[in-house]
């Protein structure tokens, strides 16, 4: 039996766009490793309702330019085909936003009510405040803020509750099949994905050995999706699944004499119109002959000790771990950003804490039309080990990040290097963030002072509740959207429960094309974008 090879914890930081998953070798990881991934897409807690707007290629609501006290909340999702976007207006009335006015250390809570096209409030004093949506708030000062998000997809998709599907196997002219040997040196992968609908997961083949297959005929494989619940396909509207394989490639040795590869895509196949529901039970098909890719190759200089020297950055105790590149595909163009997530074209992994310049000539296979870009991808996490309150000898790894993603032919013209540096003086109340401790109110201030490196145009703050009994920091329970104007933000009250677990992580962003106070979740899309993170130890609450 094959088992996709858990190598590696992945930390609690899983975007909602991607599913959390146990890990396993690169190419069939669910996420970006170490929990990070390219973009944060929160939820408005609206419920997708369509409204009175006309569904339009390109069109947009016209609901004016509020003006005075007043200030307007839309939310626009527009959804990416491959004959265009087309753009909703989102009923937010299951879960409206509202306004709070900061007044020292309390805040003014103002309460919207429902016009055309979304939600305005009245008697909002100029300056700043904060828009809650969701379980995220923006600092902003703008008087028209859209908190809606770019999709790929139909705009009439319909999902199904199912995040994982057995599958029906049978597939040929797949290259030899190759185990996984190590994080340094990974085995072949499959991974799905759609040109239709927004989809992208893998598959575990879990009846059989494949190695050295170019065919497979299996009743016994597993399907898991990362982008949320699975779309349902309808044949009539031309929904298709693309299958890709994706195999190691020889990437000469580590500076200990080691092995080392890389996986890329080397063939692919796109099926036929299909008609498949997704309940969970019922195998879903994935049959055809699998066919070569175009091919193409690429140089990388990688300065990892530009990276490790920042180490105390990201937390004073912290030390160098996971180092990965990525190819990644995406879908019709950047016109509009990098908006979802169509698999990896090529993954890369060094091993824990290298720190030496990394010089090679990389191939990547890529299946899509040349009217998709090629989005590089770099990044390097950094950990350290914190006790856990409240347990004896417990122990956690907390994780912060340097990332960048551009488009490729940009991101290798130059050294690979960090852009931005993370947040300095990180701190609650004013006491060091890396000091474990119970904070003296459940409403702290969480205060920085700006990076050495970058020019930040946006912080993101993430809080993270840890539960004791898993040992898992699950999903960020609140996030703050700031301008990078702005080095603090107080919590509202009743923001964290009394007696929790906390941690936080700060990201700095450099990421010219990002308006974080007129359209906030769409964090992560124009590129070029750059964040660094610096995080805290635990914390707990009264």
Known sequence: MYMRHLSFLLVPACAAWLGCGAGGEPGTSQELQDGQSHVGRDTTGGDGTWIDVPVTEGCSPDGGTPTGDTVLVTSTTRFHTAVGIAERIDDLSASPPEVLVPNGAIFTRITGSAVDGGY??????????????????????ERHVDIGSNRLGRPDTAFSTAAF???QLNLV??????PWQSNSVPGTALQVTSKQVDLYGGVDILDMDPTGQTSIVSA???MWVGTGPMPVFEADKGDRIVV?????????????????AYTTVVRSLEMGALDFTPDGVTPMPITGVMQPVPMAE????????RYTARASEVHPTATPSLPYFYVTAAAHGLSDGWVGYSGELLTLQLPRGASYDFTRRLTYGNPFP???????????SFRTLQPIPGIPGGQSYLTGTFVTYDRLDNLVAQPLQPRVSPPRELSIDGVPASVAREVGTASPVISWLPPTLGSVGAYRVAIYRFDPETLSGGLSILRFYVPGSVTQVRLPAGSLASGNIYFLRVAAMESPGYDVERKPFTYGEPLPFSSAEAISSFFTTP
């Open 298 to 305: 690429f140089p990388i200089e990688w300065r990892l000790p």
């Open 244 to 260: 890709n394989q994706l195999q190691p490639m020889d990437a000469g040795t580590l500076p200990d004499g080691g092995a080392l």
């Open 173 to 178: 002219g797949l290259a030899p099949w190759m």
């Open 370 to 380: 040349s009217s998709w870009d090629a989005v590089g991808a770099v990044q390097y």
């Open 120 to 141: 305005q409030f009245s008697g909002v004093p100029s300056g700043a405040y904060y828009l809650k949506a969701g379980s995220s708030y923006v600092v902003t000062d």
């Open 165 to 167: 599907s057995p599958v």
């Open 220 to 222: 016994g494989s597993q």
